[in-house]
């Protein structure tokens, strides 16, 4: 009996040494230890950090030395403009979406920027807003990029937006925040709804959260009478809602469907021995066990949600239709219309108040004055409080004999003061209170020359400088004489400085304003601006939007 045993125990032996030797070839430190440096974005750092801590306990062997893996968080951002100073020191990095890298591609200093190797995890961009809200939107607002731009187009004073008040992320620091604005902008623009785009960034460029936690934490403070929408990525939400359960968020889904957060891998070392780690460690995240940690993280992998993503915590687990996926070029011009419709503004109104603003305009009840100042009055909430506008009336004789215009109020910042009235509130009471002169003809060619002038000796770099001319009038109506059609047009020509462009944007409505449409659009297209005549009164809104959407070209839109 003890000769079978002893032979037991010697293969047991056998085999224990054979386990021992085949599990040290395999994970041989004698070496010492291989460090892989991972820079993450925040949202998925601490995922990464326990898939990690799991991959440096197997200890995974390279050359003789065992890998250990540390996990840094940083923003993407923040991380492809150090990378393209030459100072990050990480080896391995996972931003967040390619969408932002490629934004950031398009830059000077973004060329030498490596490509990504595939994509470890997903979470859809989408809408969002407080449990406790959510049944009020329904009627007001169906989830979709067209109603958020709708809701958030400060032209439509009688859309969603009465009810609804719509914040974004920054989409030139946030990658959700970029994604929502390619969303929403691909769907407008399929929809024909351009103006309407350009009255919602308009809009959104002022109602910014700093990031999707702070965003996601406004979502449930009542604030007014408005439903407060935003927009987030999916696994923000979650992580929302376990740290906050008593103020919980749900996700909405556009019906168009939506572009995703897809989680780039991005190998930076090329030292051999750390690519091989780095090789291995990117094979470690494709395993189910990482992929189950991210799924438990709230993030998506191969398409899938996990547990934590269920109806009944406010999530759609079906993976949502995806949207065709923007390329490089499309991302560049989007952050580019962005950062141009940010620049500050200059903006100097030029009034017609002749004889023949005194006149009714039929079906409104009210005089040609009357509405334009109106929708002037509008067009204010178009212009944050750091733009810098002004008014001036015209029509002939208006200051004393031959000076053909007057300056209500001077160009200058919407919240500086002015003999202790802000200068917003100045230039809606003049507005509110202008007349016309019931026997004063159009001087235009003098008071444009005169603004003109003065636009350009004032110009300040950091803005888009631009005279805006509403009149109802054929263009130049001067008895007395001043300044002829053809002499304001070769003096535009010569003043015109593209490196420091002043545009005329001229907008004209009423019977008359069509025999003088040749002249309205030379003058315009003398400084890169833009002539419209309105067919009714209330296209004017539009125009203004459209005078807008010109900033995104300025000074080469008709190049």
Known sequence: MLVPLAGAVAL????????????????????????????????????????????????????????????????????????????????????????????????????????PEGSIATSPVVLAAAKSAAPKLSGTLKPSWSNMIAAANVANVDGPGKKVRVLALDPQKNSAGLAALLAAAGTAREAGQDKALVGALKELSGQLASDSTALLASLTVKSGSKVPVGVASEQAIYAHNTKKPEAPVVALYPEEGTLSLDYPVTILTKDPAT??????????????????????????????????????????????????????????RMVQTWSRLNLGTRLLTLLDVSGTMALPVPGTGMTRMQAISKIATEGLSLFPADSELGVWTFSTHLDGRGKDWKELVPVGPLSESINGTL??????????????????????????????????????????????????GAGNDDPDGGVKNPAILKFLKDTYNPKRPVSIILIAFGPDAAPGKQQMDALAKATGGEAYIAKDILQVRDFFLQGMERRLCSPNCDG
């Open 12 to 115: 047991a032996v056998l085999l224990g040494v054979a386990a021992f030797v085949i599990f040290n070839r395999e994970h041989d430190c004698s070496g010492g230890k291989l460090a892989l440096r991972v820079v993450a974005t925040p949202d998925i750092e601490p995922a990464l950090k326990k898939i990690a801590g799991n991959y440096n306990k197997a200890m995974h062997s390279i050359d003789s030395k065992c890998v250990d893996v540390t996990v840094a968080k940083e923003s993407a951002a923040r991380t492809a403009n150090a990378l393209a100073a030459g100072k990050v020191t990480a080896d391995f990095w996972v931003a967040d979406s390619s969408l932002l890298m490629e934004s950031m591609r398009k830059t000077p200093a973004g060329g030498s920027l490596p490509e």
């Open 275 to 332: 690519l091989k780690a780095a090789a291995d460690f990117k094979q470690e995240l494709g395993t189910e066990p990482a992929k189950k940690i991210l799924r438990d993280a709230g993030f998506r992998t191969d398409g899938k949600a996990g547990a934590v993503l269920s109806e009944d915590k406010g999530f759609t687990p079906a993976t949502p239709q995806a949207l065709p996926a923007p390329d490089g070029a499309t991302v560049a």
């Open 423 to 472: 200068r917003k509130e100045l230039l809606v009471g003049q507005l509110r209170t202008i007349q016309a002169k019931e026997t004063g003809d159009t001087g235009l060619n003098d008071t444009l020359k005169a603004a003109y002038t003065e636009m350009s000796k004032t110009y300040q770099q950091d803005k888009i400088n631009t005279i805006l001319i509403l009149t109802d």
